[in-house]
């Protein structure tokens, strides 16, 4: 099991820029999949980014393809999500979680909620207009 914290959530002007962090903890960082999910009031959990190992295996939703990126440390077993040119829509709580057998899998597995075993309580992002 991994224990998993968000930071770096807060309240930003469209076109801004943040960066949430995820620190991990137990189960040894780089064997799992890490993904960030997000949900807004009254809409479902949506995907949002993953990484397998580091590097060049990610992942991410159309909707923020080219704004987001991200990226993770095995040393300092942590994960990040840098956020630019935010929009109103990205408004949402941003949740980070761990899949321990999405090392292998085809990459859609990555975009689907119910296959990561961890998450984390949840950061906060507004953008206003």
């Known amino acids: 099991q991994v224990q998993l914290v968000e930071s770096g959530g807060g309240l930003v002007q469209a076109g801004g820029s943040l960066r949430l962090s995820c620190a991990a903890s137990g189960r040894t960082f780089s064997t799992y999949a890490m993904g960030w999910f997000r949900q807004a009031p009254g809409k479902e959990r949506e995907f949002v980014a993953a990484i397998r190992w580091s590097g060049g295996s990610t992942y991410y939703a159309d909707s923020v393809k080219g704004r987001f990126t991200i990226s993770r440390d095995n040393a300092k077993n942590t994960l990040s999500l840098q956020m630019n040119s935010l929009k109103p829509e990205d408004t949402a709580v941003y949740y980070c979680?761990?899949?321990?057998?999405?090392?292998?899998?085809?990459?859609?597995?990555?975009?689907?909620?119910?296959?990561?075993?961890?998450w984390g309580q949840g950061t906060q992002v507004t953008v206003s207009s």
């Open positions: 979680a761990a899949g321990y057998h999405l090392l292998f899998t085809i990459a859609t597995s990555l975009g689907r909620p119910e296959l990561y075993d961890d």
